[in-house]
């Protein structure tokens, strides 16, 4: 079955992408979870006129996180993670989403976390450092976990 992805699918595709899948997998996934729509003439030709914006529009996007990562390359950015015991551990990890949030304000442009890897949430006060890749810009800069 021809589907046209809406979303970014992990091992599938990207979104606005032309993918053949099993039947069952679309109709018992993709379609009820939002994340395809079947792929009619229509919508291929309405999709391939939108393409070149589209291109135009992730290629402006990932210049612009380029420049971000490369402005926050050996900086420091501060994150409140929330009440610690004595020791330093926090009670609730600080997660991607949190990190993500934080490194968009210290950089002026939205960021994902796609731009980082975080194997696990950070669980201590301190320093932890953070290495962030767009194409082929990467860069190291440090979290400073607080206590709020």
Known sequence: MQIILLKD???VGRQF????VADGF????????GLAELATK????ALETKR????????????MLMAAVKKLDGTKVA????????GGSLYKGVNGGTIAEALSKAAGVKITTDVFT???PIKTVGEHPLALRVGDVSATC???????
């Open 142 to 148: 440090t979290l400073v976990v607080e206590v709020e």
């Open 79 to 86: 994150i409140g993670g929330g009440k610690a015991n004595e």
């Open 9 to 11: 699918v992990p091992k």
């Open 118 to 120: 975080l194997e696990h």
């Open 26 to 33: 679309a109709l018992n996934f993709l379609f009820p979870k």
């Open 52 to 63: 070149s914006e589209i291109a135009h529009l992730q290629e402006v996007n990932e210049e």
């Open 42 to 45: 229509d919508k291929v030709t």
């Open 17 to 20: 992408d032309i993918k053949s």
